[in-house]
Nanobody
Framework: QVQVAESGGGLVQPGGSLRLSCAASGTIFSIAAMDWFRQAPGNQRELVAAVVTGDSTRYADSVKGRFTISRDNNTVYLQMNSLKPDDTAVYYC??????????????WGQGIQVTVSS
């Protein structure tokens, strides 16, 4: 079983920065894709950023130029700069790959709050 855990959220003023981390643990053979989603109150969960094997990345239009996704082994990061109040949401990571039995997995973190407010 693969578990993931997010860290690094909190309260920040507009224009500030935060770095989210999401670490996977368990019996992992490989991780093919690592995504960050977010969900604000009353809104659907939306994809913020994704990185796949080979380090190809993509971003939601609303965060391009401000957010950067990166990975290091079984950890994925989301560097968030120039934060805006509209970035306030619960952020979730999702990791997909193969476990040690070569079975596919898709694991979600518990979510972490990011609040941008003065």
């Amino acid at each position: 079983q693969v578990q993931v855990a997010e860290s690094g959220g909190g309260l920040v003023q507009p224009g500030g920065s935060l770095r989210l981390s999401c670490a996977a643990s368990g019996t992992i053979f490989s991780i093919a894709a690592m995504d960050w989603f977010r969900q604000a109150p009353g809104n659907q969960r939306e994809l913020v950023a994704a990185v796949v094997t080979g380090d190809s990345t993509r971003y939601a239009d609303s965060v391009k130029g401000r957010f950067t996704i990166s990975r290091d082994n079984n950890t994925v990061y989301l560097q968030m700069n120039s934060l805006k109040p509209d970035d306030t949401a619960v952020y979730y990571c999702n990791l997909r790959g193969l476990d040690s039995d070569y079975d596919p997995f898709s694991s979600w973190g518990q979510g972490i709050q990011v609040t941008v407010s003065s």
